[in-house]
């Protein structure tokens, strides 16, 4: 049951409580909608882009700036969201990502806090384009970051979280074989 639990492994559960918690309404068109404040967008783009499918998509990169330079963003509850996830090192990651590629083709600089690039572990000379997606590479970036955050949540001593995110490597596994087998990589977990 994935109820009110997200990540991979349904692993982030006070995230997904905090994505409710601290939910805001948008009108679009005339019709008013809940959604994640723009801190918990940021936080949940990370967790599918640093820690789950490892590719970055156009419209990622032209949303998150978007809500960058809308300032909409208070950086002090980015890291408070991207804490409670286990993942602001991924946060950090992508957003230098993010900030190197608008710089490199010419858009409105991004305002980033200097600790936001003292806690990247990569930028954008480390990404790479294959089958039309902008890719972050498994070693060592991904991987970093997955025993980081899997350090962080045992300090925090989240027993469940940790057991959850240590099926990963298994996972990975089979759905690499999975791909090899049938050439999809869809519907594998």
């Not at 404040?37 to 820690?51: N, P």
């Not at 000379?125 to 997955?146: I, K, S």
């Not at 045992?154 to 298994?170: E, N």
């Amino acid at each position: 049951c994935h109820v009110k639990w997200l990540g991979q492994t349904g692993e982030q559960i006070a995230l997904a409580s905090r994505l409710e918690r601290r939910r805001v309404r948008s009108t679009i068109a005339g019709y008013t909608f809940p959604v994640p404040a723009a801190e918990e967008r940021i936080v949940v783009s990370t967790l599918q882009r640093m820690y789950r499918h490892f590719y970055i998509r156009l419209c990622d990169i032209a949303n998150t700036v978007n809500l960058l330079n809308s300032q909409a963003v208070d950086f002090s509850e980015l890291k408070q969201g991207a804490d409670c996830a286990s993942v602001w090192p991924g946060v950090a990651t992508l957003l230098v990502i993010f900030s190197d590629y608008v710089a490199q083709y010419g858009g409105q600089p991004i305002q980033l806090p200097s600790d936001i690039f003292d806690q990247a572990r990569s930028n954008a000379r480390r990404t790479f384009v294959h089958q039309r997606f902008l890719r972050v590479p498994m070693f060592p970036e991904a991987a970093e970051l997955y025993t980081k955050q899997m350090l962080h949540i045992g300090a925090q001593g989240d027993l469940r979280a940790l057991v959850r995110l240590s099926l990963l490597p298994a996972l990975a596994t089979a759905a690499f074989i999975g791909y090899k087998l049938t050439g999809s990589d869809k519907g594998v977990w």
